[in-house]
């Protein structure tokens, strides 16, 4: 079930972001330093530990915290921050339920439209959100002077 997040949740999702941010990042970036010093479990699990950083973040737990999502709310768009799976548990369908539940939420709130942003070459994430209705805008942008570009996905909800 999906469910607001918590104190109690935060070396988890801490430790879910830093190891699939890895597995998903390090083939794009091609970047150890960063990978393995820079992203560390406890430096993320001490920012979660800031004022209001749990504000917008969900868990996905049926006894186990598997996933987990940040959204927010901007007018009549919602947008989906990260939504990231334990690598132990991707391909069990979890990120459909995650995903299921935020179109709902977005409906029942009056958003016109969700949207997000992909790393290019997250061919893996960028087919996942095709399959579940989100489209390529048209927009893309560099991140970070890296050289490597996000695109803009949108799933309209009319």
């Not at 990978?35 to 917008?56: G, I, R, Y």
């Not at 539940?101 to 997000?116: D, K, P, Q």
Request: proline share 3%.
């Amino acid at each position: 079930m999906l469910r607001k997040a918590c104190e109690k949740d935060i070396s988890r999702i801490a430790e879910i972001l830093i190891f699939a941010k890895r597995v998903s990042y390090r083939p794009i970036f091609e970047n150890d330093e960063v990978s393995f010093n820079s992203m560390q479990v406890l430096t993320e699990a001490e920012n979660l530990k800031q004022p209001h950083m749990l504000d917008n973040v969900f868990v996905y737990d049926d006894g186990i915290v598997r996933g987990m999502m940040k959204r927010e709310f901007h007018g009549k768009e919602l947008k989906l921050c990260e939504l990231f799976i334990d690598p132990f548990f991707q391909n069990l369908g979890i990120g459909k339920k995650i995903l299921t539940s935020l179109v709902s939420e977005a409906r029942n709130n009056g958003c016109l439209r969700i949207y997000m942003w992909v790393f290019e070459k997250n061919t893996c994430a960028r087919n996942f959100y095709e399959k579940y209705g989100f489209v390529f805008s048209g927009i893309r942008e560099e991140f970070a002077n890296t050289g490597r570009y996000k695109m803009k996905y949108i799933m309209p909800l009319d």
